[in-house]
Nanobody, 127 residues
């Protein structure tokens, strides 16, 4: 059974950098295929794709967030991470990590293409 777990601070001050880590465990999911993604949902809004890292380490960012977003991975720990810089209260959201070994390259930016999700973690940006 594949499990994903987000971790990181629940409160970030404006202008600071939000940092989250996703730990992947269980099942047969592998970092050798597919992609791993970060997705968020703000209050009253739908899912917003933020970015992903492919099996080969390539990154795919949402153009609207690209200048502030960085996604990296640690394959030895089966973890991948998100950094979002210069946050504002508009970045307050539930942040999800998602993964799938079989997501097609054409679907990497589609949140609904990922079968495995973490439970989500609330991040509030406030002073």
């Amino acid at each position: 059974q594949v499990q994903l777990q987000e971790s990181g601070p629940g409160l970030v001050k404006p202008s600071q950098t939000l940092s989250l880590t996703c730990t992947v465990s269980g099942g047969s999911i592998t970092s050798s295929y597919g992609a791993r993604s970060w997705i968020r949902q703000s209050p009253g809004k739908g899912l917003e794709y933020m970015g992903a890292i492919g099996y080969d380490g390539s990154t795919y960012y949402n153009p609207s967030l690209k200048s502030r977003t960085s996604i990296s991975r640690d394959t030895s720990k089966n973890q991948f991470s998100l950094q979002l810089s210069s946050v504002t209260p508009e970045d307050t959201a539930v942040y999800f990590c998602a993964a799938d070994s079989f997501v097609r390259s054409s679907q990497i930016t589609n949140p609904h293409a990922y079968r495995y999700w973490g439970q989500g973690t609330q991040v509030t940006v406030s002073s």
